[in-house]
């Protein structure tokens, strides 16, 4: 395992160089190519930048807090040196004339982004194998999937080929390959980070997080992506200062709508050996109701289709992206091109998310999501006045095997049923790794946290990791 | 339970300016009536006078300064990022 602090220090104290950490992660980016987790790698501007990193050092300028730190990001953050696909054909070539806000950030602070990971295309998928260039493979069993969407930067931090990598958690995309893998994945607080420039899914759930081999990393990293950004008007103040003491005794509440015959009984147990270290560190834990989750996923399959309906009509062959050849007229224009352009998946969302916005249909589904989103929120809200935290699986099975569920959607869908409450409520949860099951894949529990409470959720893994 | 007709499929696709082959429209239509099956669970929650939530932190109506702005990216740099062009505007099929 390697961290960033070891990286930084090694690289301060002379005994590596920037430009020599930067190779060598190219070189285990390459040595893990058979995972296919990346889709593309950055080489001639990482180095660039190392050197120039290196060059400071020489200088005794300070060089930032993730000093030639390499990191990868997924394949929907704009970053400069290498396209920008969201593994979707539509923006197959497309090069980004901006960055995004928090790559901005961290190369402030001196990280060196290597490469770009494979998602399911646009994020619409919780597998990685809606990517239009190719499946990834789990990083502990190649016949299972990475979990998705950001499957990539799970996998190459799993991989150890970089020390953290950035994924986006619309529905938990973020935090389920982070089960998958074994590794932290972290969503934050709806409006911690701004989602400027990465290509946009649906606007009220976007959170963009990390992922890290450590509970202290993943902290590290959302500590300089936090903040406001005048360029994204649902940013908050920068209100994160990370914890140094572990929590005082916690009252946590273990999610039952969580804990049912329809989870795997491996990952049932794991979560109930967690809470038994939760005990054993001086917390309580309390089974907990959340009647609510019951009808979660029924929301965010209204409620998100129907902003990705709005946020992808966009991509029309006209400004940018993929334009279809032959097309005798405008309309057939956008429709040929939106047609080559999507994978099917980005087609059910956008025709779902067109039903139900769609007069006659508005009322009876979005406008009903649109309220029993907020009887979700009022029932978080009643449960954090008695819990600190809240405790599920992050997933309930293991990484299930490539092709397994992709001809049924709502199977796939069910696999976020854990990880999306939280992103409709807009409140931080982390995955952290809890065991393995027999077979030997990965099993991660979920932290929830009221909104804001991001840095407690860091707290408290660190303890449980300390522990 | 809601269903979908292929007459459907194919008016939300048009709605969706997405030009679908008839295979994958026949596809779609099973895949959105499950989906719809599912998704209609919501109508047995009583949520009379609940007010909807489309934001989730509170913020509205934040403002900025009107001032110009004219951005890190110049006009010639976004003009070639489309596709086709001519005479530094973006060139579209006929549209009358």
Redo the contacts between chains.
Sequence with gaps: MITIAEIRERILRGETSARAEVEAALKRASDASGYHALLSTLDERALERADEIDARIKNGEDVGALAGVPFVAKDNYLVFGAPTTAAAKMLEDFVAPVQATVIECLEREGAICIGKSNLDAYAHGGSTENSAFGVTNNAYDMTKVAGGSSGGSAVVTALNVVPFALGSDTGGSIRQPASFNGVYGFKPTFGMTSRYGVVAMASSTDTMGCFAATAADAELVQSIMAGKDTKDHTTLDDYFTPQVQPPKALKIGLIKESMTDDVDPEVLARTREFADTLRALGHTVDDVELPMSKYALAIYYIVVPAEVSSNLARYDGVRYGLRADGAASLAELYGMSRDQGFMPENKRRIMIGSYVLSSGFYDAYFQQAAKARTLLIHQYEALFKSYDVLLTPTAPTPAFGIGENVDDPIKMYLADIMTVPPSLAGVPAISVPAGKSDAGLPIGVQLIAPAKQDALLFALAKQVEAA | MST?SSDD?RG??Q???????DE?TE??KT??D???G??????E?D?TG????????D?RN?F?DDVVDAG??ARE??IS????SLQHQ?K????L
């Excluded at chain 2, 599912?38 to 109508?43: A, E, Q, S």
């Excluded at chain 2, 609940?50 to 932190?57: A, D, K, S």
């Design positions: 979908v499929v939300l696709a709605l969706s300016n997405i030009q679908l082959s994958e596809s779609f895949d959105i499950n989906i719809l599912y998704i209609d669970m919501l109508g929650l949520t609940v007010e909807p939530t489309y934001q989730v932190n913020l934040v900025r890190p990216v740099e976004l990022l489309a596709p086709e973006v579209v099929p006929k549209v």
